[in-house]
């Protein structure tokens, strides 16, 4: 049995070299004054107040539209519901080059609904709306996905108990089901604040590649990878950063929480 | 025991199976493979003849279409390429000075032009200069976005800023520009004739004022890296004259100067 526990654990550090060497490598190719001066361009902090920016919207509308409807799909079976889940996890896997001709299909100037969105004032190509759309569409379904996991992992007990002693639907949604979710719900977030910030291709082909307006971090760091490779090192290692500690802090949360004894087993 | 072994074939065979793909496009199993890195506006050119030359060559030919500034960024960055064609004659230019690429040669021209859609209203650089017009252009760093700039910069400079300031994109190659135009999205765009010419129909291609046009003049070597230095030399001698070259002539490129 050594030999299979070796085989593991070699594994692991093929596993572990893998993921971890590009990573590194990020931040061993450009010293700290060179990220500190490519940052101090105006383009790249344009680029990464717009990615905080849009990402935090997209995150926002997600939460606020997917939370009740993660809370119904988690909390109700009824005909259909698997075919619904499935339709909403479909994002999840499709390309992103996928995802921005869908995106051109239906909302853009000659899309399906591009008439009724240009008539409503709405623009979104070339717009930074256009960016939280297609955010938005590609990291949804990373929130919802966990957020129906984390709602139907919660013992029933615990709601039927708040419904017995008096408390509405919605007060027990609100006090009881979300503060227990919570970890659950911090993890999804989590996953889905990263593809918001990683998103590349649905924005570029949705909404175009303009500085201030649509270029987020991703595309600055393509429009730099050819001419000024530095930058656009500078750019990532701050999005490896970003992320990293985006990450630390859900798991860190979900650590106290657990020691706490706050989740329920 | 036994089961570690399995698993350690299984791990072996998943590595070994990641270099298997050969076959998948129907070349004989012992054609050389080609790697040719070549700039987007010669796509559907190079797409055509790329399979009589596969037979001619008992070659499996793999083409790679981006930006040319990207294409060189990759060369810069050691990938493996054996012909290297770009929109320009700087960016293989400079990989020559820098020992990466044999010296360059000049195989076609092409026409760079105002493209709109076909039933827009716009069908002058005045038109372009109109307040609103949403206009689509290459980024920097790309061949048609350089030419872009330079062309620009010939007009009275109110017209030069009011067209820069009607900029909504800056797409990293000209498919992009293309593809914001045939959407509907953008009203206008600086592209190659060419680029026109392979929407069949969607777009139509303005001529600018001879004093607007830039020289565009294609530039195509070898890199010194190339697995396959010689197919990577008949490639780039193919551009010329043979069958890519009258590709490219139908797509509409001009010859070399």
Known sequence: MRRFALLLALSLAVTLTFLTLPIVAIFLDSSPAELVRSLGEPGALDALWLSLRTTAISIAIILLVGTPAAYLLATRSFRGRALIVTL?????????????????????PSGILGGSVESAGIQLTFATAGVVVALTFVASPFYIRQAIAAFASVDRVLLDASRTLGASESRGFLRVMIPVALPGLAAGTALAVGRALGEFGATLMFAGSFEGITQTVPLAIYDRFSTEFDAALALSAVLVAVSAAILLSVKLVQGGRALSGWQVE | MKRALVLAAMLALAVAGCGGDDDARGASADATRLVVSAASSMTEALESCAPGFEEAENADVRLSFAGSDELAAQIRQGAPVDAYAAANTRLPEELYDEDLLTKPVEFATNEFVLAAPADSQIDSVEDVAEEGTKVVVGSESVPIGSYTRESLAKLPPAQETA????????????????GK?????????????????????????????????????????????????????????????????????????????
């Open chain 2, 163 to 178: 067209i820069l300031a009607n900029v909504v994109s800056n797409e990293p190659d000209v498919k992009g520009i293309v």
């Open chain 2, 181 to 257: 135009l045939t959407q509907g999205a953008g009203d206008a765009g600086f592209v190659y004739v060419t680029d026109v010419n392979a929407t069949g129909g969607d777009l139509k291609a303005i001529d600018l004022p001879a004093e607007l046009e830039p020289q565009v003049t294609y530039g195509a070597g070898v890199p010194t890296a190339a697995r396959e230095p010689e197919l990577g030399q008949s490639f780039v001698d193919g551009l010329t004259s043979g069958p890519c070259a009258d590709a490219l002539a139908e797509a509409g490129f001009g010859s070399a100067p």
């Open chain 1, 88 to 108: 909403i996890e479909l994002p999840l896997v499709l390309p992103p080059a996928v995802a921005g001709i869908a995106l051109l299909a239906a909302v853009g």
